[in-house]
C-alpha cells in the first residue's frame, strides 16, 4: 500500500496563476481533506470530502476548489494564485472524520 | 480565544528527563482527543488517543481533565528521537471536524 500520496512536492507560481495538486489514497478512505500549515498557526482545514461526489468547506475555503470524482482522489485546485496561498498543503485521509488520520507527505507552495 | 491552545515552546531538556505537555481548547462539548507527533518537514502522525480515564504507551501517558477542558501528555525517560512537534487535536460539532494545535516543540539534548 502507498498510503497517501501528494504530486508535486515542490511548486513555485506567480501571483495569478493556478494549478492543481493531487491527492490519492488506496486504503479505501471515505473521509478525506487537505489542510494548510503555516508557522505558529498549525494545520487549518482547507476542505474536505466525506465520500465520492460530497464536498464542503473547511475553516479557510477562499481561494480553492476540489472535487471527488472517486473514492481514491482528491484534488485541490488554487484559482488565482496569491502570496497569501505560500504553504505547505497536507492532504489527508480516514475512515470517518474522527478517526485516525493519515497525511501524504506534503506540498510545498511558493507564490510570488 | 483560539478553539485548541498548546504553549509552542521549545522545550529543551536532557536525555532521561521527563516532560510534559499541556493544551486547553474552548469547546466543552469536544468529543475525542488525540496527540499527533510531526518531524521537521515531515507529515504529522498520529501517536496516541486520549482516553477519559488516561491512557498509557510505553514511556507516554496522555490524560484528559474534562472539567478544566485540557489535555496533557507526559513523556518519560526522553530519548533523543522523541525531538519532534507534538500536535494536540480535538474533535468537535456534529461534523466531527478536527482542530488541531500549532504545536509544541521539543528537542531532546545529548
Known amino acids: 500500500n502507498a498510503g497517501v500520496t501528494q504530486t508535486p512536492k515542490f511548486q513555485v507560481l506567480k501571483t495569478g496563476q493556478s494549478m492543481t495538486l493531487q491527492c490519492a489514497q488506496d486504503m479505501n478512505h471515505e473521509y478525506m481533506s487537505w489542510y494548510r500549515q503555516d508557522p505558529g498557526m498549525g494545520l487549518r482545514l482547507i476542505h474536505y470530502s466525506v465520500g465520492a461526489g460530497i464536498t464542503d468547506q473547511g475553516e479557510v475555503p477562499n481561494g480553492y476548489n476540489v472535487s471527488r470524482s472517486t473514492t481514491e482522489d482528491f484534488p485541490l485546485r488554487l484559482l488565482s494564485a496569491a502570496p497569501s496561498q505560500t504553504s505547505v498543503y497536507f492532504c489527508?485521509?480516514?475512515?470517518?472524520?474522527?478517526?485516525?488520520?493519515?497525511f501524504g507527505p506534503g506540498t510545498r507552495l511558493t507564490v510570488l | 480565544r483560539k478553539e485548541v491552545e498548546q504553549d509552542p515552546g521549545p522545550f529543551n531538556v536532557p536525555e532521561g528527563a521527563t516532560v510534559a505537555f499541556n493544551c486547553t481548547y474552548s469547546n466543552s462539548a469536544s468529543q475525542s482527543f488525540f496527540w499527533y507527533r510531526q518531524d521537521c518537514r515531515k507529515e504529522p502522525k498520529l501517536l496516541m488517543s486520549v482516553y477519559s480515564s488516561g491512557n498509557e504507551d510505553g514511556r507516554f501517558t496522555a490524560q484528559l481533565n474534562r472539567a478544566s477542558q485540557y489535555i496533557s501528555l507526559l513523556i518519560r525517560d526522553s530519548k533523543l528521537s522523541d525531538s519532534a512537534t507534538y500536535l494536540c487535536v480535538v474533535v468537535s460539532g456534529s461534523a466531527r471536524q478536527l482542530t488541531f494545535g500549532s504545536g509544541t516543540q521539543l528537542t531532546v539534548l545529548p
Open positions: 489527508a485521509s480516514s475512515y470517518r472524520s474522527y478517526n485516525e488520520q493519515f
